[in-house]
Nanobody, 127 residues
Framework: QVQLVESGGGLVQAGESLRLSCAASGRTFSMYGMGWFRQPPGKEREFVTAISRSGVSTSYADSVKGRFTISRDNAKNTVYLQMNSLKPEDTAVYYC????????????????????WGQGTQVTVSS
């Protein structure tokens, strides 16, 4: 089972960009579909984006489409979340998640489908 460590969060102004990274331990990273979720202050955790094992398939929440991009580098055991045109409503703790799967193109968008989570990284966007 992999362990996940997020990094790259911080405080930015509206309209700026951030790139989050999620580094996974272990040698089986390519067997995991990956996802990013976030939890805004006082709200429940919500889906942001996900990427398949192969990296070919992706899915995005409507609220981030066109602004956020998920990618992965299986050689580096890392998944990235590029966040552009940030808005104050993007303020949240961002979590990386992994789910082991045999299917190259499978995408999971529900939190209960993931069994491994990182500790989270805070993203704060000021207006």
């Amino acid at each position: 089972q992999v362990q996940l460590v997020e990094s790259g969060g911080g405080l930015v102004q509206a309209g700026e960009s951030l790139r989050l990274s999620c580094a996974a331990s272990g040698r089986t990273f390519s067997m995991y579909g990956m996802g990013w979720f976030r939890q805004p202050p006082g709200k429940e955790r919500e889906f942001v984006t996900a990427i398949s094992r192969s990296g070919v398939s992706t899915s995005y929440a409507d609220s981030v489409k066109g602004r956020f991009t998920i990618s992965r580098d299986n050689a580096k055991n890392t998944v990235y979340l590029q966040m552009n045109s940030l808005k104050p409503e993007d303020t949240a703790v961002y979590y990386c998640a992994a789910r082991w799967t045999l299917r190259f193109g499978e995408i999971a968008t529900r939190s209960y489908e993931y069994n491994t989570w990182g500790q989270g990284t805070q993203v704060t966007v000021s207006s």
